[in-house]
């Protein structure tokens, strides 16, 4: 009976030990699209995270504390985003790597600011985001209107006296960079023949692809998800209409080849510099691969976007998420997407955009001289 005394005193203070030392880790969050029409980018997203913590945790973790990753779904909806930011914030949560689609990044952000949350998103490229003057808010992506730039650009050189169409899914982030686009554009001194609009989640476009048909529309820009264009393009070419669709990061997924099949090929999107192919994340591509993974998209930019805030919280010596946030402002970052710098709003320093094209095998590759 004494023995069995001692075991069990012996495996209660084994569980408190336990127990205290789990206490002592940081919760860190991701959050994002993990159901839904973009899960995707929100699979992205938690490929990053989780790499990235398992990474600083066997390097000694922060400030001598491990990290726990808490992974948050918001399906791209705002209101589901505005209360999980809410849930983060009230469970003390000192950093969260997200969201993805801006127009959930955008309301939850006011309410991380309020429950002194700070707020990283790797995806989220209106410019509104770091345009309100909160000062928990920065990203490791660039702004629609550099993306929108680039694509203006691109249209101008190589679709010069074409027909123009520009389309948007009304969201926050679909509207934001046609927006941006067409003013680009019209600077430019072209004139679209067509802008319209349609909601995100339409499955018929036949009533649109029938105008850009009778438009004799040679390019079509859309400001949209990936699973809306891919559908854009197979209506198009069941049409027989050969026109180019051009569209920004959101169709940066092998998601959208399996929409569109070899009717994908040629289709056109802005994205920043393939961190793949960066000498400065060989190493962590190889971890990824090694797991089955293909880091494309945002997934590095997550990684990315987990480096940063652990750097910065190493050097202001806490997770405090004002504190970390001006040791970030003030720092240069060595990342797996390369060094970033931040200015005042919380918008990186050296982040271009380049052109890639879709091929018939279901992969893409940057257009040479296509960026700034």
């Not at 197979?234 to 929409?259: C, P, Y």
């Amino acid at each position: 009976m004494k023995s069995l005394k001692l075991i069990g005193l012996a495996f209660g203070a084994s569980i408190a030990l336990s127990s205290a030392a789990f206490a002592q880790d940081v919760t860190i969050a991701v959050a994002g699209p993990m159901t839904g029409g973009e899960s995707a980018f929100g699979r992205q997203m938690k490929n990053g995270a989780e790499l990235a913590v398992a990474d600083i945790n066997a390097a000694g973790g922060v400030n001598g504390k491990k990290l726990a990753l808490n992974v948050e779904d918001d399906a791209c909806d705002p209101k589901q985003a505005r209360s999980i930011a809410e849930k983060i914030a009230g469970a003390k949560i000192p950093f969260v790597a997200g969201h993805y689609c801006s127009s959930s990044s955008i309301p939850a952000s006011e309410a991380y600011a309020d429950g002194n949350v700070l707020q990283i998103t790797p995806a989220s490229t209106n410019p509104l985001f770091t345009e309100r003057k909160l000062w928990n808010v920065a990203r490791v992506c660039g702004r629609d209107d550099q993306q929108g730039l680039i694509a203006a650009q691109y249209i101008a050189k190589n679709f010069k006296g074409k027909n123009i169409a520009i389309l948007n899914d009304k969201t926050t982030y679909g509207k934001g960079l046609a927006d941006e686009t067409k003013k680009a554009l019209n600077k430019a001194g072209i004139t679209e023949k067509m802008y319209e609009s349609y909601n995100k989640g339409d499955k018929d476009f036949n009533a649109i692809v029938s105008r850009l048909k009778k438009d004799n529309i040679d390019l079509v820009y859309v400001g949209g998800y990936h699973q809306e264009s891919g559908l854009i393009v197979r209506q198009m070419r069941d049409q027989g209409l050969k026109t180019i669709l051009m569209a920004g990061d959101a169709l940066a997924d092998k998601e959208f080849a399996s929409i569109t099949g070899p009717a994908g090929e040629g289709t056109l999107f802005t994205f920043g510099p393939d961190p793949r192919n960066k000498p400065t994340a060989k190493k962590i591509v190889d971890a990824f691969k090694a797991k089955n993974i293909d880091p494309e998209g945002y997934t590095l930019y997550t990684y990315a976007a987990m480096q940063v805030w652990s750097q910065a919280a190493k050097k202001a010596g806490t997770t405090d998420a004002k504190k970390v946030m001006e040791a970030m402002k003030a720092g240069k970052w060595d990342t797996v997407i390369g060094p970033i710098e931040y200015d005042a709003k919380g918008d990186i320093k050296q982040l271009d955009y380049v052109v890639y094209k879709w091929d018939a095998k279901g992969g893409y590759a940057e257009i040479k001289g296509s960026g700034t």
